[in-house]
């Protein structure tokens, strides 16, 4: 099985303290065992066999063409204003109801279809899918998927496996091949990221949709709703299971607000629409 070789390094972390590298997005030093390029090595095998795997399986993935095209430009837009630009950044469009959206080291994204309704979702508008694009693409810049893997054994990522099924239960099918699905990859796309990692993420993706003219106010009010619908029976397919709403979270994006609707006035983007 061709994601081995990713067990090794993940064990032999625990064995080199000393693999400090620079954040891109803050400039601190960070503890990581990978580097950049293995960050798009691993995230693009993983992609390309979770998407080769989901078609298999009968998951329509990347049908409705013009929303995909949609999220493509976003996924452009968002990654070009970005503290790693050059990387390789690309977006799949998973078909099914589950609420959730995730990203895979390197750049490579997965939105559910879900995740958007224009009445009911959690996500209702192009402002807000940009926030939750900005979010994950900031995970990628900040490496929180590697970091994490450098910390913990990958096993412990494996925490969530196959259990990704609950949401799609319009077609039992399509939940069931879900579930295989992430039994197999579920370590690399659903990292259970600390709470600093997520209050980083929400702040860093706050900056980089405001500066690509996408209105910063639009994440502040994804987690208020978040926070109004939280039941606390969630499946674990949900996005809450991923990100748990909060007011601290709320209160975190709102105090980041003033200096990211800033970039947002001045952002080259928003003037030439
Ligand atoms: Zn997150």
């Known amino acids: 099985m061709k994601t081995r070789w990713i067990l090794f390094p993940a064990g032999l972390a625990l064995l080199f ?44 993935v990347n049908t409705d063409r013009r929303r995909l095209a949609q999220l493509q430009e976003m ?8 503290n790693l630009p050059d990387l390789p950044y690309e977006v799949a469009l998973i078909q099914t109801n589950v609420v959730n959206a995730m990203a895979a080291p390197g750049g490579k994204i997965m939105v559910y279809e879900g995740l958007w309704d224009p009445k009911e979702g959690l996500v209702r508008d192009e402002d807000e899918i940009a926030a939750v ?14 970091e994490a893997m450098t910390r913990q054994m990958l096993p412990n990522l494996l925490f969530l496996g196959g259990s990704i099924i609950a949401q799609a239960n319009d077609r039992d099918d399509i939940a069931a091949a879900l579930g295989g699905v992430f039994v197999l990859y579920n370590g690399i796309w659903v990292t259970r990221y600390s709470r600093t990692d997520e ?24 987690w208020e709703r978040a926070e109004q619908r939280r039941t606390g029976n969630d499946p674990a397919s949900s996005i809450f299971s991923t990100h748990p709403p909060g007011m601290q979270r ?8 003033p200096s990211a609707l800033a970039a947002y006035e001045t952002s080259a983007y928003r003037r030439t629409q």
């Open 133 to 146: 694009l900005a979010h994950e693409i900031a995970h990628v810049n900040a490496r929180h998927s590697t």
């Open 17 to 60: 303290s000393g693999c400090a590298t620079m954040d891109a997005v803050t400039g601190q030093k960070t503890q990581n065992f990978y580097s950049l390029r293995q960050d798009v090595e691993i995230g693009s095998q993983v992609y390309g066999q979770t998407v080769a795997e989901m078609r298999k399986q009968g998951i329509p």
């Open 250 to 257: 709320v209160q975190n994006l709102r105090a980041h607000l």
């Open 199 to 222: 209050f980083e993420a929400d702040r860093i993706g706050m900056m980089y949709m405001a500066r690509a003219g996408y209105d910063p106010r639009a994440a502040v009010r994804i």
């Open 75 to 82: 996924v452009r837009r968002i990654g070009a204003v970005s």
